[in-house]
T-cell receptor, first 111, second 114 residues
């Protein structure tokens, strides 16, 4: 019940395309859903986050879609760029504490 | 955003020795966390370290193996004791801050045990 399931494990997208990463959770106590971006040799950095009272949040080229009834949320990267190539982690926590991370998705954007 | 500095950034250690990792934050924070990230894997929470109290360890992690100190609101250390090759991993310091409870991470300490 504490797991956050993330897919796909890896993703290759053409430059300018849309990258989509999906996550699912079971614990209804989760109320904060962040996405982290990690480049090699760096710690994860918060990219965008959503709370379950909204169904979508957009920041620039990054959009989170949230489906509370299905317990699913996804990250969409529009107009993907080679600089977006990184590992992306979805996560979930109850009130921002004890964050549970998904397995990660390695994104490669081809120039 | 907060600035988190971890030292050392990487180290190669011999089996049976111990390594202490330092985490310094540029602002006072109540909650600090230590994570482990094995190569190509996700992050696993080791423990939560609050100033003035004993660290709280997650299942599978014990104080004798991973003692933690939290002497003040800007600093913490994690020691990896009696190391074995299975301890080779990236160890990350993290803090929770801000009204929105945003979590920030240090760059990590890359540990290799021979």
């Amino acid at each position: 019940q504490q797991q956050v399931k993330q897919s796909p494990q890896s993703l290759i997208v053409q430059k300018g395309g849309i990258s989509i990463i999906n996550c699912a959770y079971e614990n209804t106590a989760f109320d904060y859903f962040p996405w982290y971006q990690q480049f090699p040799g760096k710690g994860p950095a918060l990219l965008i986050a959503i709370r379950p009272d909204v169904s979508e949040k957009k920041e620039g080229r990054f959009t989170i879609s949230f489906n509370k009834s299905a317990k699913q949320f996804s990250l969409h990267i529009m107009d993907s760029q080679p600089g977006d190539s990184a590992t992306y982690f979805c996560a979930a926590s109850p009130g921002g504490f004890k964050t549970i991370f998904g397995a990660g998705t390695r994104l490669f954007v081809k120039a | 955003s907060a600035v988190i500095s971890q030292k050392p950034s990487r180290d190669i250690c011999q089996r049976g020795t111990s390594l202490t990792i330092q985490c310094q934050v540029d602002s006072q924070v109540t909650m600090m966390f230590w994570y482990r990230q094995q190569p190509g894997q996700s992050l696993t929470l080791i423990a939560t370290a609050n100033q003035g109290s004993e660290a709280t360890y997650e299942s599978g992690f014990v104080i004798d193996k991973f003692p933690i100190s939290r002497p003040n609101l800007t600093f913490s250390t994690l020691t990896v004791s009696n190391m074995s090759p299975e301890d080779s991993s990236i160890y990350l310091c993290s803090i929770l801050t801000g009204w929105a409870n945003i979590q920030y991470f240090g760059a990590g300490t890359r540990l290799s045990v021979l």
